[in-house]
């Protein structure tokens, strides 16, 4: 039925330059690729973040910024909107694994489906579960410069995407016009910072572990610009440091039958859109 026609929510997870990433952020060649981030202009505009909620959000960045290697699981919950107007609440898990500096996996699960993704150092693989199907390409070096890659050319962001970048804290600050400290709260019983942000295009709050590490616990985000204002909610659990993965666990973990298609690419897409729209 028309009335129940989902719009398609940008995903939950790129916060208009602030890159979480959930569901919405995969795309392969047939999915219609994730808007490409618009320049920030956000770095355009006078910061005004209090010296406590920086320095709270430096001594998290710092803190992963320092692991060579991690995992962590994350519950998500987002809206998605029909075209009634009424949201939809919808639940997704995450399994991340990164091992600093050209290591990662996510898993991605939700009740219609889920994806695989992998980077070994040189190639980036991604897997629709539901459909058996799998896009891979080759990208830059490195973890940062991959999700540049990813964002920039291929027009998605994997899931969590600010936290697996190489520097936390300047990617997440960067897309930060003003910041203040909400006080003390829990997150599934242990007590976090709260901190809320605004940005140019969504408003975004974060919990960081108030105990001997300085965690992130909780990410919730408003897509303030979009209609009905959806919300993006994730926490964070499990953390794991100790661990350490084979360079195999980074290698694609295909099924045999899965079938090969392309990456869209954002640019290319782009380019042709603009051709369309040329008197």
């Not at 699960?109 to 994806?115: F, I, P, S, Y």
């Not at 695989?116 to 490195?142: I, S, V």
Request: contains cysteine; proline residues 7%.
């Amino acid at each position: 039925m028309k009335q129940n026609q989902r719009i398609r929510h940008p995903g939950a997870l790129v916060l208009a330059g602030l890159l979480i990433c959930a569901g919405g952020g995969w795309a392969t060649a047939a999915d219609k690729p994730a808007p490409k981030p618009a320049a920030t202009a956000e770095s355009t505009q006078e910061q005004v973040i209090g010296p406590q909620v920086d320095l709270l959000l430096r001594q998290m960045g710092d803190y992963l910024k320092s692991a060579k290697e991690f995992s962590v699981h994350v519950d998500v919950l987002y809206d998605d909107l029909l075209a009634s107007g009424q949201k939809i609440q919808l639940a997704a898990y995450d399994d991340i694994a990164v091992r600093r500096p050209d290591r990662f996996r996510v898993r991605y699960r939700t009740d219609t489906g889920g994806k695989r993704a992998w980077y070994d150092g040189k190639t980036f693989t991604l897997l629709d579960e539901a459909h058996g199907t799998y896009a891979t390409e080759q990208t830059p070096a490195g973890i940062d410069a991959t999700l540049d890659y990813l964002i920039t050319q291929l027009g998605f962001t994997p899931p969590l995407s600010d936290l697996l970048y190489s520097d936390p804290y300047a990617i997440l600050k960067q897309h930060a016009v003003f910041g203040f400290y909400a006080g003390l709260s829990e997150v599934e019983g242990a007590p976090c910072h709260h901190l809320a942000f605004v940005a140019k295009n969504v408003d975004w709050q974060l919990w960081i572990d108030d105990g001997k590490l300085p965690l992130p616990r909780k990410f919730v985000i408003t897509y303030k610009t979009l209609p009905g204002a959806p919300q993006y909610m994730a926490v964070l659990s499990d953390w794991d440091f100790a661990s350490r993965l084979p360079d195999s666990a980074f290698g694609a973990a295909l099924p045999p039958k899965a079938e090969r298609i392309d990456f869209l690419k954002a640019v290319a897409s782009g380019k042709k859109e603009q051709a369309k729209k040329a008197p």
